[in-house]
């Protein structure tokens, strides 16, 4: 959807937003034995359910087994209460739909979400105990369990990623045709939401142009299970994989969120871009009420002499001078980077001294800070600029100050040297919040950046017991949201960078609180894979970023994005020319606006990995009217030009391009630009930079 008709519709969505609310929960069923009534959207479908009501003898669109029964067997005969809370804001307007059986206590309260901008709609479950003894088993928990029948038959397709394991198809498009019959089942592995196998944003499009882009919320072990049921229908399952337990008396748990796009228009794109506008608008850090712009990034003279690592050579003096180098070449960045290496223990002269082997270690290390990280923080300040520090407060070292002083809140693996910090452990969960807060407070850090390294799968295993299977991965996720809830509630302006080896741990709950400033562990600076990283995540995510390495037209495109972080060495022979330097920051920040607009691929998803051949994409803005093309031509392709055909723009209006690279203007129709442009490259590797600009006429007389 574009800007301009989300804002025309406003009245309309907010009636219709009920309605979709009304019909998901109150007219399709969640078994097989009961028949979907279509896939709502803004457009069709919404008033054939005008008049249904969600009432009691309705099964709702989740379901789980309760002391062995499958929930659509007994859930219409328990207490059903409907609760409407204020709204917060405008833009939303939630719902509280609660079951309770009267027999053991157990409620099951659903907690919607409709949205008057947008055809979305999204839950999460909440299960409690208020009996005074504990509820019987509760297994196979799906948030969402419904099936969908599109207005025409067909095969449906998913169009679905890979997650990341530090390769070049980190977060690789998958277009999978679906079969009737045939499930296909996502899941990340090791704990993860978006490690390696799966990633929890996709989209199912149905036959006549329109689809559902789902999205799960469940910063842990999450499943989506798609099934195309027949020539018409998809039904969608989807919750956290492993769960079997009875619940103490007085307790609660959540469930994984579900987030629901229901879109239809000319192709699947469509729905993409309402989604990233939907992120950005309802799931997108705010500062002061809007979406937060994310920085250009600058690091402390990156990749110091060996044995150094990270930052475990760095020193105060040292530090304090970089900024004011960067401040003299007229290179500031807008945060200055401090990654692994500050605390205590770390440095390149110590046995044990390298920044894995003293995470838990959460002081400044006075050594080479012996005033604490405030003089460099100050000195960054005083630039304009502002100050980022690593942690990664989920990973014990062995015999380090957290390990040493509360060993009691970590969770420990035989011959693994990796402990996790318990999060679940509310007493953990205030002290970690109270020593990480202080030291934003203290020390004048201005951006968080959390890292996550290992898996914490097999930790949660080891620590549950029989009947409390997942009560710990329960527990922990939700402690994680606590966390940066805590933080971002006394730091109301804090931005909060999410790393996990990279882009391991992106869902809709992390996105909400924060964004990945380094997408990726992937081969540090190797452009090519850069380009497929930002082609695969800009189906879903408007704000993620990676590195950029050396000042070239072809290296800097290939880590454009809505934020970056320079890694340019500026102490030696090697750096790269400062007047490049600072012309490449001025493409940046001319260029980033536009990533956050819609998105459009102009080559294929499939087989884009190889280093012979052509990856291009759009961005669009459709309140501007303007937009950019970038193409790449890699070093083995033997493919001078290709023709793409651009979406977005108008057809019978005209538009001016500006081929960046030799100052060529031209002009060109909507329409000749939508049936096909061709795009040269005569060098390899190389790359093309299109901005284009509707031409506006204006009548004198």
Known sequence: ????????????????????????????????????????????????WVSQHFAKGKIPPFSFVYDGKKSDEFIKGWQFRTEKPKPTDSTTEELVFSYTDPKTGLVVKCLVTCFTDFPAVEWVLRFSNTSSASTPIIEQAAVIDQPFTGETSGNYILHHNRGSDAQRNDFQPIDEKMKVGKPVYMTPVGGRSSDNTAFPFFNIEAPGRQGILAAVGWTGKWYANV????????????????????????????TPKICLLFWKGSDRM????????????????????????????????YGDPEPCGEY???????????????????????????????????????????????????????????????????????????????????????????????PQWLIKLKGNDNYLFDLGN??????????????????????????????????????????????????????????????????????????????????LETTSRSSPLWRTDYQYGEPNGYQCHTFGLNFYLPIHGTAIYKTDNYTLRSGLGATAVMNWEITGKASEPIPAIQKRMQDFKDLRPFFYADYYPLTESRN?????????????????????IIAFRRGGSNTESIQVK????????????????????????????????????????????ISYQKVIYFNCF
């Open 312 to 406: 475990n050579c760095l020193t105060e003096e040292f530090a304090i001078a970089l900024v004011k180098r960067y401040q003299q070449f007229k290179i500031l960045p807008e945060v200055f980077w401090l990654d692994a290496g500050w605390y205590t223990g770390c440095g390149w002269d110590k046995a044990k001294g390298g920044w894995w082997q003293n995470v838990g270690n959460w002081t400044v290390d006075k050594e080479r800070f012996p005033r604490g990280l405030k003089p460099v923080s100050d000195a960054v300040h005083a630039t304009g600029a502002k100050f980022m520090v690593w942690f990664e407060p989920e990973r014990v070292s062995p015999g380090s100050m957290i390990d040493r002083e509360h």
């Open 1 to 48: 959807m574009k800007l301009a008709s989300c804002i025309s519709v406003h009245h309309l969505r907010e009636k219709l937003c009920l309605l979709l609310t009304l019909a998901i929960f109150g007219i399709c069923g969640n078994t097989s034995a009961q028949s979907s009534k279509g896939i709502p959207d803004s457009r069709s479908g919404i008033q054939k």
């Open 227 to 254: 099934l195309q049921a027949d020539d018409q229908t998809v039904s969608l399952k989807s919750g956290m994989e492993k769960m079997q337990l009875s619940l103490n008396p007085s307790e609660e748990i959540r």
């Open 426 to 507: 509310k007493d953990a969960l205030a002290w970690l919040t109270n020593l990480i807060g202080d030291l934003i407070q203290n020390e004048g850090i201005d951006n968080y950046r959390q890292d996550f390294n290992f898996d914490p799968l097999p930790y949660w295993e080891a620590k549950d017991k029989p009947g409390r299977i997942g009560i710990s991965e329960i527990r922990h996720i939700e402690g994680l949201y606590a966390f940066w809830d805590g933080l971002i509630a006394r730091f109301p302006n804090l931005l909060i960078d999410n790393c996990a080896s990279g882009g391991r741990r992106l869902d």
């Open 270 to 301: 469509v729905g993409h871009n309402q989604f990233r506008q939907f992120i950005l608008a309802h799931h997108s850090r705010k500062i002061n009420g809007k979406y937060a712009e994310y920085p250009l990034s600058g690091s402390f003279d």
């Open 608 to 628: 884009n990995t190889g280093d012979n051949v052509w990856l291009a994409y759009q961005m669009h803005r459709p309140v501007q009217k303007d937009g950019i």
């Open 646 to 689: 651009l979406s977005g723009v108008e057809a019978e209006a005209t538009y001016e391009l500006f081929f960046e690279d030799y100052g060529l203007r031209i002009r060109k129709t909507g329409r000749e630009m939508i049936e096909g442009l061709e795009l040269t490259i005569p060098q390899k590797p190389a790359s093309l930079l």
